[in-house]
């Protein structure tokens, strides 16, 4: 099984096999032996300087990012993946491309939204210090349906400023992933039974130092990271689908897929 990991920024195309030499390394104790990771980058993007993260926020970013984020889940197709992993909690492009590939595509909220809710009955949510991305959660929250599984006030931050954390991360992992905990304990003394960290770059550092439970007044709690709940629902689906031949997704209504002859139509006339 091949799954491509899409990050959503531009990197050299060497550095692509470092990557996912990285993640396979990482991850190999979640997903099958059998099962390989492919990171991919975008082709076209700005350069991801801490300063611009807010950026993310801007509707005309968004969808300038989740077309890119299309066509990288289109070439990762042709390169005969399996499935598809967009890493980043706003699952940009998820839904656009599930309608025009072939293999299922999967972003890390949704998976992880609802992997949390079966671990307690109230959830509660870490994110990024970053203007606006407390209501973005609690949007995405009750755009799945959650809101009444989610801890009342329980979407918060990590505690410093993300354009000052997430440098730090890559020498310094101990120090995010400690401010995590000292949040995620909060929430867990304020009623959540279950901490989701709600964004990629926050879990892959929770990831990186092995930061998956907690234990609160002798309590043990668990802390989900997005990314490998989103690679192990990625497995689950294909098994899923070759055992029992279901499509993924639904094709119905609003879920249906475009013919070959179709997105060759659609992409002349826009010129993509």
């Known amino acids: 099984m091949k799954i491509s990991v899409i990050t959503v920024a531009k990197f050299p195309a060497e550095y692509a096999p470092v990557m996912s030499a990285r993640f396979q390394e990482q991850y190999g104790d979640v997903i099958r032996a059998d099962t390989e990771l492919v990171v991919r980058g975008l082709a076209a993007a700005p350069a991801p300087k801490p300063e611009r993260l807010p950026d993310y926020r801007n509707h005309y970013y968004a969808m300038l990012l989740e077309n890119e984020v299309v066509k990288s889940v289109l070439a990762a197709e042709a390169d005969g993946v399996d499935a598809v992993v967009v890493n980043c909690f706003d699952d940009p492009g998820v839904r656009a491309a599930r309608a025009v590939a072939d293999v299922p595509v999967f972003g890390i909220c949704e998976p992880s939204l609802h992997f949390a809710c079966q671990l307690g009955r109230t959830v509660g949510a870490l994110v990024p210090d970053l203007p606006g991305q407390v209501g973005y959660v609690q949007q995405q929250i009750v755009d799945h349906g959650l809101a ?80 490998p709940v989103a690679l192990k629902h990625a497995e689950m689906m294909i098994e899923m689908q070759e055992a029992q031949g279901f499509p993924i997704p639904s094709q119905a209504h609003d879920g249906f897929r475009l013919s070959p002859t179709d997105r060759v139509r659609l992409q002349e006339g826009f010129e993509v």
């Open 148 to 227: 009444g599984r989610f801890l009342p006030g329980g979407v918060r931050t990590e505690g410093k400023p993300f354009v000052e954390s997430q440098p730090e991360s890559d020498a310094h992992p101990e120090a995010m992933a400690g401010r995590v905990r000292a949040e995620a304990e909060q929430l867990v003394r304020d009623g959540a039974d279950v901490v989701l960290v709600a964004c990629g770059g926050l879990g892959e550092v929770c990831d990186r130092v092995g930061l998956h439970h907690l234990t609160v007044d002798d309590r043990p709690v668990p802390l989900v990271t997005p990314l």
